[in-house]
């Protein structure tokens, strides 16, 4: 057994899976977040940010990032909560409140007490932060999923969390993560004038094509020892983080499991920088289709796991030129070659003498007499198709005006005899000759017939 190739492939897939914190682009933007929750951890500021961006843009990414830079230093860890908040998984504010209550350790504190109003128990909470005379922690709200927070009851969470972060009350930062960009129209009044309106947009990164084959080998390559030091000596800073809530600590890829043969990885990095070596080769190629169909890092990442996911010792070792292409290509089916390929030799056969008709005609309408009396002449000669009966053919054709291969080009149903109602053809010429070639042991006559009307 290879065991160098199975702890590259488990490596591989992990860091894909679950490698939270590695942002790639997006520098000023992670700036900014990162200037505002540092002036909140040591100034004591307060503070409200709303992070949007479609779906797969990486806000989530940024965010662990950010913390993933700041958490580290004691400073930071002594001074601040953090609160984890997502509206998937709190739908109202009494789940959130207590959510918030168990991620500040307070539980034993709030216990049997009964407070009046949710602003009340919040102020309680921030209020047991303030220890003797020190000044009080920050805390740090992430609300992933910020839209959701917006169609509780009264947005009761929302209007306080901002009342305390522009009242001076406590210091607080608020750190809304959403996909919809007319969030702030769902604010209320109240609640809208009290954030501070401080948003920053996530697009995806317009990489170039150059940029997109990069992170293509970065991310099939395996780091040098060094940086797999690195990587490992973060992450285990990162599990010093409070709150058990966070997501980031939890089941975090963790490159320090790893150790790998210094030769083999070598020779690995080497075959993965050979697929994209030569700029005219079949994978680039391919991944120019790719990238043009969704430039998304998180698209990018789903083909590489197919990838991955394929290596195995005993059949394929290594990453292949013809798997990349092959893996592209499934992305690129035409939905209707595929429908075409799972019609009956009969239907193929009337779709064919359609084709003929139409090239002849330059796409006259037809109907089923006359696409009957092209399909017969053939049908006479060929060894496979002889004896179909008129009726069977009729039946195949509507098949055909069913799926709507053909379309009838009069809106009056039922007055013409179903023989004689024209139709046209709703499909190319391509996809038919490409059905033709793909379709799974076509008696070779029919194959001919389709290339050449003559008999
Ligand atoms: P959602 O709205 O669904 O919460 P999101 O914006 O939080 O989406 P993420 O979960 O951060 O998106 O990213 C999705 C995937 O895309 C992750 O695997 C992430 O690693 C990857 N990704 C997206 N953008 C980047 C980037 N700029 N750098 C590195 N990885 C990225
Ligand atoms: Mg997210």
Redesign the pocket.
């Known amino acids: 057994m290879n065991e160098d190739l199975i702890k590259i492939r488990r490596f591989l897939k992990e860091r894909l899976q679950r490698?939270?914190t590695?942002?790639?682009?997006?520098e000023m933007e992670r700036e900014n977040v990162r200037q505002l929750l540092l002036r909140t951890a040591e100034l004591g500021e307060s503070n409200s940010l709303l992070l949007i961006?479609?779906?797969?843009?990486?806000?989530?990414?940024?965010i662990n990032a950010v913390l993933a830079d700041l958490v580290p230093s004691a400073d930071f860890q002594q001074n601040t909560i953090l609160v984890h908040l997502n509206g998937n998984l709190h739908t109202d504010d009494k789940l959130a409140l207590k959510s918030i209550t168990v991620q500040m350790q307070l539980e034993n504190a709030a216990n049997g007490k009964a407070f009046g109003s949710f602003a009340e128990n919040l102020a309680f909470l921030l209020a047991c932060l303030k220890s003797g005379n020190k000044r009080s922690k920050s805390v740090i709200f992430i609300l992933?999923?910020f839209d959701l927070f917006c169609s509780h009851h009264n947005q009761t969470l929302l209007y306080n969390l901002f009342d305390v972060s522009q009242s001076a009350q406590a210091p607080i930062c608020v750190l809304g993560?959403t996909?919809r960009l007319d969030v702030i129209e769902l604010l209320e009044k109240r609640v809208k004038s009290r954030f501070s309106h401080r948003q920053i947009f996530?697009f995806?990164?317009a990489n170039t094509f150059e940029t997109y084959l990069d992170r293509f080998e970065t991310l099939l390559s395996i780091p040098h020892e060094k940086e797999l030091k690195q990587a490992a000596e973060r992450v285990s800073q990162l599990k010093l983080l409070n709150s058990d809530e966070l997501t980031i600590h939890r089941n975090h890829f963790n490159p320090a499991k790893y150790k790998f043969n210094k030769k083999y990885i070598e020779s690995w990095n080497n075959s993965i920088a050979v697929l994209i070596d030569d700029n005219k080769s079949a994978v680039v190629a391919a991944l120019q289709t790719f990238f043009e169909i969704d430039k998304?890092?998180?698209f990018l990442?789903v083909l590489l796991f197919r990838l991955v996911a394929q290596l195995d010792p005993n059949s394929q070792p290594r990453i292949t030129a013809e798997q990349v292409c092959e893996i592209i290509a499934t992305y690129t089916v035409d939905p209707r070659v595929e429908l075409l390929c799972g019609l009956s030799v009969l239907e193929l056969c009337l779709v064919i003498a359609i084709k003929h008709h139409s090239e002849i005609y330059d796409r006259d309408p037809f109907n089923f007499e006359i696409i009957f009396a092209r399909f017969a002449k053939f049908a006479k000669v060929s060894t496979t198709m002889q004896g179909i009966e008129r009726a069977v053919s009729l039946k195949a054709f509507e098949r055909l005006r069913h799926m709507e291969m053909i379309l009838p080009i009069s809106s009056v149903v039922g007055k013409v005899q179903k023989d004689f109602e024209m139709h046209r053809l709703a499909l190319t010429y391509g996809q038919i000759n490409d059905a033709v070639q793909k379709y799974q042991a076509l008696p070779t006559e029919v194959a001919q017939w389709a290339q050449s009307s003559i008999i």
């Open positions: 490698d939270y590695t942002l790639h682009g997006h961006g479609p779906r797969g843009s990486g806000k989530t990414t940024l992933e999923e993560a996909c996530l995806p990164t998304s890092e998180s990442k």
